[in-house]
């Protein structure tokens, strides 16, 4: 059975930085596609960044030289390295995980079929 479990979410002032962890259970994350999505209250749920199983990333426009990603193959486990963040960063943060989920649709949440259940991440002024 495929579990995703976030971590690391918190609350933290403009500028600062924080990681996300997303430890997977059920299958090897080197094989899978993932990526981390976030959704604030009415609105669509968006990709942020993800990786598919070659390693290759795929970045939103809007965080591209704040965020990356990575994954540690021996602990199972992905994570979001969060940098320079912004007020707009303000959302639940939900990792996803897909063993079909090509390069070109990472950031497209319909692609998943597996998601945790989210951490939140507040950014303050």
């Known amino acids: 059975q495929v579990q995703l479990v976030e971590s690391g979410g918190g609350s933290v002032q403009a500028g600062g930085s924080l990681r996300l962890s997303c430890a997977a259970s059920g299958y090897s994350v080197s094989t899978w596609s993932m990526g981390w999505f976030r959704q604030v209250p009415g609105k669509a749920r968006e990709g942020v960044v993800c990786?598919?199983?070659?390693?290759?990333?795929n970045y939103a426009d809007s965080v591209k030289g704040r965020f990356d990603i990575s994954r540690d193959n021996d602990k199972n486990t992905l994570y979001l390295h969060m940098n320079s963040l912004k007020p707009e960063d303000t959302a639940m943060y939900y990792c996803?995980?897909?063993?079909?989920?090509?390069?070109?649709?990472?950031?497209?949440?319909?692609?998943?079929?597996?998601w945790g259940q989210g951490t939140q991440v507040t950014v303050s002024s």
């Open positions: 990786i598919d199983r070659d390693g290759t990333p």
């Open positions: 996803a995980a897909d063993p079909t989920t090509t390069w070109w649709k990472l950031l497209v949440p319909s692609q998943y079929k597996h």
